[in-house]
């Protein structure tokens, strides 16, 4: 399997030019630069977007001092990640994601190729395993275009096909799934819910005194149906928790954590060109100038340099090739001719020249007419 390495070293000028390739040998100024591999030069997709984003590298140390064991990648999967005020028990929040993902599945599609989900799957598992989550995880491929990615308490955790296609780097990809996990290895969700919980014990004296009151019951409902929305809609400060965790699971797990401010850069890029294209995992706390500055100073901050890091695979540009080939056979399958369809009522009366005339239909409905009197 082709791997591509971004070195991490310190570049002189001549090894920036050479910043592609899998290591940057050192030469002297007489001897000539080596050819490179084709196949550990970037795609030249990637060299116009890092033109367009203008994204370095971030410098990072060689060595750096933890202020705690949050910060120290050494000690991840045996940190205390996740505490707080929380009323669900592991058990309690599997058994809810579990129903959750029940849910899900039965309103998408899934991509059941067996090929992409292993690989998908494949990546998300050496994630988790380099997390500090303390559940297994199901992950699955939803099938759909939307630029998404969701990870439900207990573990479940669905990935859009429309961010795989988009991804341009498996580290890319990686990284948001990083993000995701994260969310799950702090308890993100369960955590809002218990916030939605005590607010509801809360409310219990107030409902006491008014419980046939349109307020008391209006507020009991609204209740009911903000909680769900907790599992997936997250505070700026549990999104840069996220971010924080993230970066230090795909760098744990051997992936450059650059890519995810790379990926930032060019979701941002995008908006600016067409204002409102942001997808919507990004539409609650999208990348703003403020969060990518942040990410690209906590990775300077507490991820020593490596010599070398995993940016791409021949796999994943394979499974990528694969699965676009899938979401074009199924958009022709289902814009095939002599398939049912669905007409709207504005589309049927484009058809017709006055639009309310039934006799200008172009169907053979029987229609009602009124006897004249005349007739017996």
Same mark, same amino acid.
């Given at each position: 399997?082709?791997?591509?390495?971004?070195?991490?070293?310190?570049l002189?000028?001549?090894?920036?030019?050479?910043?592609?390739s899998?290591?940057?040998?050192?030469q002297?100024?007489?001897?000539?630069?080596p050819?490179?591999?084709?196949?550990k030069?970037?795609?030249?997709?990637?060299?116009?977007?890092?033109q367009?984003?203008?994204?370095?590298?971030?410098?990072?140390?060689?060595?750096?001092?933890?202020?705690?064991?949050?910060?120290?990648?050494?000690?991840?999967g *045996?940190?205390?990640? /996740?505490?707080?005020?929380? $009323?669900? !028990?592991?058990?309690?929040? @599997?058994?809810?994601?579990? #129903?959750?993902a029940?849910?899900?599945?039965?309103?998408s599609?899934?991509?059941?190729?067996p090929?992409?989900t292993?690989?998908?799957n494949?990546?998300g598992?050496?994630?988790?395993?380099?997390?500090?989550?303390?559940?297994p995880?199901?992950?699955?491929?939803?099938?759909?275009?939307e630029?998404n990615?969701?990870?439900?308490?207990?573990?479940?955790f669905?990935?859009?096909?429309?961010?795989?296609?988009r991804?341009q780097?498996?580290?890319?990809?990686a990284g948001?799934?990083?993000?995701?996990?994260?969310h799950?290895?702090?308890?993100?969700?369960?955590? *809002?819910?218990?916030? /939605?919980?005590?607010?509801? $014990?809360? !409310?219990?004296?107030?409902? @006491?005194?008014?419980?046939y #009151?349109?307020?008391?019951?209006?507020?009991?409902?609204?209740?009911?149906?903000?909680i769900?929305?907790?599992?997936?809609?997250?505070?700026?400060d549990?999104?840069?928790?996220?971010?924080?965790?993230?970066?230090?699971?795909?760098y744990?797990?051997?992936?450059?954590?650059?890519?995810y401010?790379?990926?930032?850069?060019?979701?941002q890029a995008?908006?600016?060109?067409?204002?409102?294209?942001i997808?919507?995992?990004?539409s609650?706390?999208?990348?703003?100038?403020?969060r990518?500055?942040?990410?690209q100073k906590?990775?300077?901050?507490?991820?020593p340099?490596?010599?070398?890091?995993?940016?791409?695979?021949?796999?994943?540009?394979?499974?990528?090739?694969?699965?676009?080939?899938?979401?074009?056979?199924?958009?022709v399958?289902?814009?095939?001719?002599?398939?049912?369809?669905?007409r709207?009522?504005?589309?049927?009366?484009?058809?017709?020249?006055?639009?309310?005339?039934?006799?200008?239909?172009?169907?053979?409905?029987?229609?009602?007419?009124?006897?004249?009197?005349s007739?017996?």
């Open positions: 399997m082709k791997a591509i390495f971004r070195h991490a070293l310190k002189t000028l001549a090894g920036a030019l050479a910043a592609g899998a290591l940057a040998t050192p002297s100024q007489d001897s000539p630069p050819a490179q591999d084709p196949a030069t970037p795609p030249p997709a990637q060299q116009q977007t890092q367009q984003t203008g994204s370095q590298p971030v410098q990072q140390k060689d060595t750096v001092t933890p202020k705690n064991s949050k910060e120290d990648v050494d000690a991840i *045996n940190r205390s990640v /996740g505490k707080g005020v929380n $009323l669900f !028990s592991l058990e309690r929040e @599997i058994s809810l994601g579990k #129903s959750l029940q849910e899900v599945e039965r309103s599609k899934l991509i059941d190729d090929v992409v292993e690989y998908v494949r990546v598992q050496n994630l988790v395993r380099n997390s500090d989550a303390k559940v995880f199901t992950i699955k491929v939803i099938d759909s275009d630029v990615a969701f990870a439900l308490p207990g573990g479940f669905y990935v859009n096909s429309g961010l795989i296609l991804a780097e498996e580290s890319e990809l948001v799934m990083a993000h995701e996990i994260a799950v290895a702090a308890r993100h969700g369960t955590k *809002n819910a218990t916030k /939605g919980e005590l607010m509801q $014990l809360a !409310s219990i004296p107030a409902m @006491i005194f008014i419980p #009151s349109m307020a008391g019951y209006a507020m009991y409902q609204g209740l009911n149906l903000a769900p929305l907790t599992f997936l809609k997250f505070s700026r549990a999104e840069k928790e996220a971010d924080f965790l993230g970066l230090q699971y795909m744990k797990a051997g992936y450059d954590p650059n890519s401010v790379t990926f930032f850069e060019r979701i995008d908006e600016k060109r067409r204002p409102g294209t997808p919507k995992v990004f609650t706390h999208p990348p703003t100038p403020d990518i500055e942040n990410t906590e990775i300077a901050r507490i991820l340099a490596k010599q070398e890091y995993l940016v791409t695979t021949s796999e994943f540009d394979s499974v990528k090739s694969r699965l676009r080939n899938i979401m074009f056979s199924r958009k399958t289902d814009n095939a001719p002599g398939k049912p369809t669905l709207t009522k504005t589309e049927q009366s484009k058809k017709q020249p006055n639009g309310n005339d039934p006799s200008s239909s172009d169907d053979d409905r029987p229609t009602l007419k009124r006897r004249p009197d007739q017996p």
